[in-house]
């Protein structure tokens, strides 16, 4: 038979175990606790997002018909309901055909051959790209209520008004 060999005694003592294993049983606790908090974020981060985007959207709003009314209604009419020199943009059928891409490049560029001016800093305007996108967003919020105005086009002045 062989002959058991003497075991050596332990290199670490038993105290220095039971503390890493304290150590261990903590840490995984804590990611425990962290998962489950990624858990309940991530079910909670849809609606926060939502709600972050309807306050956006209404900050949005707000300061785009600010902007509008200090620098666009002299030409466009309270509301954008059309003005002696400017077109209708209260008006279902602009809204309708035309994109927030295209009414930001119009705002943006300006439309040149009218009086309507650049107003974006890329094209020595004075408004910021943020700006211009606020304004988009005001014209956009009067579609639900804006009316039927099929020449749109035409000024206050030459459709008759």
Same mark, same amino acid.
């Given at each position: 038979?062989?002959? %058991?060999?003497?075991?050596? %005694?332990?290199? %670490?003592?038993?105290?220095?175990?039971?503390?890493?294993?304290?150590?261990?049983?903590?840490?995984?606790?804590?990611?425990?606790?962290?998962?489950?908090?990624?858990?309940?974020?991530?079910?909670? %981060?849809?609606?926060?997002?939502?709600?972050?985007?309807?306050s956006q959207l209404a900050d949005y709003k707000k300061i785009g018909r600010s902007l509008f009314d200090a620098s666009c209604a002299q030409c466009h009419g309270d509301n954008a309901s059309g003005g002696a020199s400017a077109p209708t943009l209260n008006s279902k059928q602009f809204l309708a055909t035309t994109s927030d891409a295209e009414t930001h490049a119009l705002i943006a560029g300006g439309i040149s051959g009218t009086e309507?001016?650049?107003?974006?800093?890329?094209?020595?305007?004075?408004?910021?790209?943020?700006?211009?996108?606020?304004?988009v967003t005001y014209l956009r919020s009067l579609a639900p209520h804006a009316p039927s105005v099929p020449d749109w086009r035409q000024s206050g002045k030459a459709a008759g008004r």
């Open positions: 038979m062989p002959r %058991e060999r003497p075991q050596p %005694e332990p290199y %670490e003592p038993s105290w220095l175990e039971r503390s890493l294993n304290r150590y261990l049983l903590a840490g995984l606790v804590f990611m425990a606790a962290l998962i489950a908090g990624f858990v309940v974020y991530q079910a909670r %981060e849809s609606s926060l997002r939502a709600d972050a985007a309807r309507m001016p650049t107003w974006s800093l890329d094209f020595g305007g004075t408004f910021t790209d943020e700006q211009v996108s606020q304004i």
